[in-house]
Structure formats: structure tokens, C-alpha cells
């Protein structure tokens, strides 16, 4: 069995940063495509970021420039350096993983962008 254990999430004014974890525990081979999501009151979940296990990411238009996916392999981990955030970036935010031969999400970590 595979859990993807989330943390780091917070309130936070605007113009502030704030940086997430994301460890996978138990049964793994191997982790292909490590992702972050988010989903706001009332809107669907929508992508944020992807990462290879290359190191090749990319990018929601709306978080470029602000945002790094990052991970590290040894620690099965992957992060998000969320900065400069905008009270539009209020969300649950979900850690993705491919991890053969599933897909698995983590429980969610709310962030808060508030004044």
C-alpha cells in the first residue's frame, strides 16, 4: 500500500510565501510523474504542476514565475515553493504521484491567502 502524506499548508498574507511537502511511503518501485493540484471553493481541481523524475517540469500559466515543483528521488518527495501569493491561490492543495502500476493522491493541505 502507497500514502502520500501532504504538509506545509497555512494562512498567509498576500505577497507571502509558503512551501509544501509531499512524501510517498510503502510498496514503491518506481515513481514516474509526481504532481501538485488545487481546488478552490465552488471550482473543479486543476493542475498546478508536473515534475519527471528527470527533473523536467512545468507549469499552470497562472503559477509561472512564482511557483517551483521540485523533488527529491532518495526521499520518494516532492515540493512546491509557492511565492509572491495572490489571494486567488486560496485552495486545497493535492499531491499526485504515478507510481507503478497506480496513480495516488494525498489527503490535501489547505492554503490560505488572506490579508
Known amino acids: 500500500q502507497v500514502q502520500l502524506v501532504e504538509s506545509g499548508g497555512g494562512l498567509v498574507q498576500p505577497g507571502g510565501s509558503l512551501r509544501l511537502s509531499c512524501a510517498a511511503s510503502?510498496?514503491?518501485?518506481?515513481?514516474?510523474?509526481m504532481a501538485w493540484y488545487r481546488q478552490a471553493p465552488g471550482k473543479q481541481r486543476e493542475l498546478v504542476a508536473t515534475i519527471t523524475g528527470g527533473g523536467i517540469a512545468n507549469y499552470a500559466d497562472s503559477v509561472k514565475g512564482r511557483f517551483t515543483i521540485s523533488r527529491d528521488n532518495g526521499k520518494n518527495s516532492v515540493y512546491l515553493q509557492m511565492n509572491s501569493l495572490k489571494p486567488e491561490d486560496t485552495a486545497i492543495y493535492y499531491c499526485?504521484?504515478?507510481?507503478?502500476?497506480?496513480?495516488?493522491w494525498g489527503q490535501g493541505t489547505q492554503v490560505t491567502v488572506s490579508s
Open positions: 510503502g510498496s514503491i518501485f518506481t515513481i514516474y510523474v
Open positions: 499526485n504521484a504515478d507510481i507503478y502500476p497506480s496513480v495516488y
